[in-house]
T-cell receptor, first 117, second 114 residues
Framework: AQKITQTQPGMFVQEKEAVTLDCTYDTSDPSYGLFWYKQPSSGEMIFLIY??????QNATEGRYSLNFQKARKSANLVISASQLGDSAMYFC??????????????FGAGTRLFVKA | DTAVSQTPKYLVTQMGNDKSIKCEQN?????MYWYKQDSKKFLKIMFSYNNKELIINETVPNRFSPKSPDKAHLNLHINSLELGDSAVYFC?????????????FGSGTRLTVV
């Protein structure tokens, strides 16, 4: 059963504006990690940000922040002040603990972000 | 200095051939992975090794065999290649298998079977 859902196949945002990429997840494990990765058109995968299930505060890394709503099982990525170089595919991912998920990281289907000049 | 390096970057081969993809990381990480990304960009884990020990072995055809001679290397050998094996294969590493660690990915190997 799919455990990571990204409902937006494609998103457009105007340069310098903020954008939110949605991600919901499903797990019964109380201990898990949530991640976002960026894949530009060149193909490499770049780790952006991490949120632990026990973290009280939302994670932030520069212009990236993770809006973690545990009760709703959502982990949306917010990119502030979008830049043309942000145009890429973005993947949400989750890793459960050993007992439930064997430490596998599973990925969502991705959201393609287009930044307009 | 490349952190996770995969070779080759591109691989075009005929059906039925046997091929290998090599991966090396110089980050001192304990855990390495192989992922397959299909034409729809969906990423699926194949294998994971922690300190040369196989810890994740997903449902992949047994034509795929990983080998980890040491914790810095994880190679993928594929026998009797089929058209459906065409994909991008990513190697990745993390400090440990736990749920707290992000991955560092290699640049991918685009395998095309003709």
């Amino acid at each position: 059963a799919q455990k990571i859902t990204q409902t937006q196949p494609g998103m457009f945002v105007q340069e310098k504006e903020a954008v939110t990429l949605d991600c919901t997840y499903d797990t019964s494990d109380p201990s898990y990690g949530l991640f976002w990765y960026k894949q530009p058109s060149s193909g490499e995968m770049i780790f952006l940000i991490y949120q632990g299930s026990y973290d009280q505060q939302n994670a932030t890394e520069g212009r990236y922040s993770l809006n973690f709503q545990k009760a709703r099982k959502s982990a949306n990525l917010v990119i502030s002040a979008s830049q043309l170089g942000d145009s890429a595919m973005y993947f949400c991912a989750m890793r459960e603990g050993r007992a439930t998920g064997g430490f596998k990281t599973i990925f969502g289907a991705g959201t393609r972000l287009f930044v307009k000049a | 200095d490349t952190a996770v390096s995969q070779t080759p970057k591109y691989l075009v081969t005929q059906m039925g051939n046997d091929k290998s993809i090599k991966c090396e990381q110089n980050l001192g990480h304990d855990t390495m992975y192989w992922y397959k990304q299909d034409s729809k960009k969906f990423l699926k884990i194949m294998f994971s090794y922690n300190n040369k020990e196989l810890i994740i072995n997903e449902t992949v055809p047994n034509r795929f065999s990983p080998k980890s001679p040491d914790k810095a290397h994880l190679n993928l050998h594929i026998n009797s290649l089929e058209l459906g094996d065409s994909a991008v294969y990513f190697c990745a590493s993390s400090q440990a298998p736990g749920q707290y660690y992000g991955y560092t990915f290699g640049s991918g190997t685009r395998l095309t079977v003709v």
